[in-house]
């Protein structure tokens, strides 16, 4: 039946029949038309030219740290994993800065380091539409990505394309895509050229590209060659290498990108563009910033996301290069500095040369790195010292030999103690990391590395949860024997608030007891306490900030579960 021929409803009846005079004057007494054919309103195209006004203060590319789930304070960098900063260190977005360099001054560009400056969705949404990016840069981590996905999804609403890197990302694109249709790219793995030849493809001028951008581009894949057209006169995206991106509505991953294979040919990070003085980490005085030394690591830990990042590759930044930056930074005010890197003491000719250039530069500054246990000896370690180095940070995980060659980390425990009293005679301070329920751990094994973190030369320490991030061969040790704890969510998949694993000897429950038993095991004693007050009084600017860590360490050690 047509719409034409439809019957007229009952109330129209009223108009066969003859209204008395008296109530003639009621509206409601008149018949109903017929129903029409429904005509709907276009609002928007009445002010359709008027969605999308890019205001004076618009940038050509957006830089983001998204805000926190939670409003504290998360860790999300390019080369590592990311997690809630219990410790309440706030990390420099660098690569977010050396993205900003690999593109400008060809573009407008502008970093939002929301986790820095402490920005809720709000206040965000509220610079993000000031900022009103052709292209939305964003990182994720695995613990924080529907959180993170919010922001891609406000900088869609306001037309912009969105482009997402980082660990998880790299491990799980597809997923990534299929789960968040607001998001357009995924750049796997090593991003910075990826990155920098999508906006020159995508802004149509590629023949316009610097001879640097180039040069990289071919020194990294001597069979580069532009993206060529189509016959349509778009882009054939298919081309370019390291992206992950929807053609026809299907997601296509396009060949990987190779190794970036000289780090000196990257320019120096735009690290102006940062909140520099948000930038906080316990016991410094004062801001303070990264600064990435090497990509790579020659270690084979299972559970480390080295394997999903830079995997076996191994790249130094040359002790000169590295001093550029440094006195960069040293004019932008910023003086002590984290030596960033996936092992910083990976080569010994790189760390005693840089140490030498620091001595004879005269180069004021005081520092911080990493390290394992395995990789220093007693002179290089005296030379950093005596360069202004004051605290490393090792990745000592274990107390128990067998757990740590189950893991494939091939420390000896004997060797830490060693190289942790080495560094104290070199007069730098020691920060310990260690992991609780790595595969093969019992209620013993876990006791051994309790005692052995209380009996070493430790300052600080850390005790985790053992990780499985996708990608690392951990993860996937972990999926096939089952020991994923039911229900488990990406969100769920953090070394520190929680745990995803479930052992038939240790459940997850009797995991973060450990956790918690190991910290204040090792805190709650005369030493630490008195490493704690000197951090208290050392700067009276950061005393109610130590004491909020302190109160909040002591609550989360103190609460929570119960072995079984």
């Known amino acids: 039946m047509t719409i034409e021929n ?121 610079r993000l539409r000031a900022a009103a990016p052709k292209y939305y840069f964003t990182q994720v981590t695995a613990p924080t990505l529907t959180n993170d996905m919010y922001g891609v999804m406000l900088a869609k609403s306001l037309g912009a394309t969105t482009i997402a890197f980082g660990t998880h ?53 001597p069979s580069w060659e532009p993206v060529p057209e189509l016959a349509t006169g778009e882009p054939d995206l298919s081309k370019l290498k390291g992206l992950v991106w929807r053609r026809a509505g299907e997601i296509t991953s396009n060949p990987v990108r190779p190794f970036i294979a000289d780090l000196n040919e990257l320019p120096i990070p735009l690290y102006n563009l940062l909140p520099l003085n948000e930038y906080r980490m316990p016991l410094i005085k004062g801001p303070f910033t990264f600064l990435v030394t090497s990509r790579g690591c020659t270690a084979g830990c299972k559970y480390c996301i080295k394997h999903v990042s830079y995997q076996w590759s191994t790249r130094l930044l040359s002790p000169e290069r590295i001093m550029k930056e440094l006195w960069v930074l040293h004019d932008l005010g910023i003086h002590n500095i984290h030596m960033y890197a996936d092992l910083f003491t990976i080569s010994r000719d790189q760390v005693m040369g840089l140490c030498e250039l620091i001595i004879k530069e005269g180069l004021k500054i005081k520092w911080t790195c990493n390290s394992r246990v395995d990789y220093v ?42 190289a942790l009293t080495w560094a104290k005679q070199a007069g730098i301070k020691n920060w310990g990391y260690f992991i609780i329920g790595l595969p093969g751990e019992t209620v013993e094994t876990i006791r051994q590395t309790i005692d052995f973190a209380k009996s070493l030369p430790v300052d600080l320490a850390l ?15 972990v999926v096939e024997n089952g020991w994923f704890r039911p229900g488990t969510r990406w969100e769920e998949v953090d070394m520190d608030k929680g745990t995803v694993l479930q052992y038939d000897n240790l459940s997850a429950e009797d995991l973060m007891y450990w956790q918690k038993r190991a910290f204040r095991e090792w805190a ?41």
């Open 377 to 418: 000896d007693e002179e290089m370690l005296k030379m950093m010292g005596k360069a202004g180095c004051w605290m490393i940070s090792w990745g000592i995980e274990s107390g128990n030999e067998m757990i740590l060659k189950r893991a494939a980390k091939g420390a000896d425990p004997k060797k830490a103690r060693c």
């Open 169 to 221: 990302v790299t491990a799980m694109p597809t997923e990534t895509l299929r789960d968040y249709p607001a998001l357009d790219f995924v750049i796997r793995g090593e991003p910075e050229l990826t990155f920098r030849e999508l906006i020159d493809v995508l802004e149509r001028r590629q023949d316009r590209q610097p001879q640097w951008v180039r040069d990289m581009l071919r020194h990294t894949d």
């Open 6 to 126: 439809l019957p007229e409803t009952r109330a129209t009846t009223s108009s066969t029949r003859e209204i008395p005079e008296s109530i003639r004057h009621n509206l409601g007494t008149r018949g109903l038309k017929k129903l029409s054919m429904a005509n709907y309103p276009d609002a928007g195209a009445a002010v359709r030219h008027l969605m999308h006004v890019r205001p004076p203060t618009a940038v050509d590319v957006l830089f983001v740290n998204p805000p926190s789930p939670d409003g504290g304070i998360w860790i999300r960098t390019q080369h590592r994993v990311g997690r809630r900063s219990r410790e309440e260190m706030i990390w420099p977005q660098v690569s977010l800065a050396q993205h900003a360099a690999m593109i400008h001054p060809d573009c407008r560009v502008q970093i939002i380091d929301a986790i820095a400056e402490r920005l809720n969705w709000k206040e965000f949404e509220k």
């Open 524 to 564: 709650l004693r005369p030493g630490p306490v008195w490493t704690y007050l000197k951090m208290l009084l050392s700067d009276t600017h950061t005393f109610q900030r130590a004491v909020r860590v302190g109160l909040e360490h002591l609550r989360w050690a103190t609460t929570g579960s119960s072995a079984s």
């Open 463 to 477: 005790f985790h949860i053992a990780a499985p991030y996708p990608g690392t061969p951990f993860f996937f040790e």
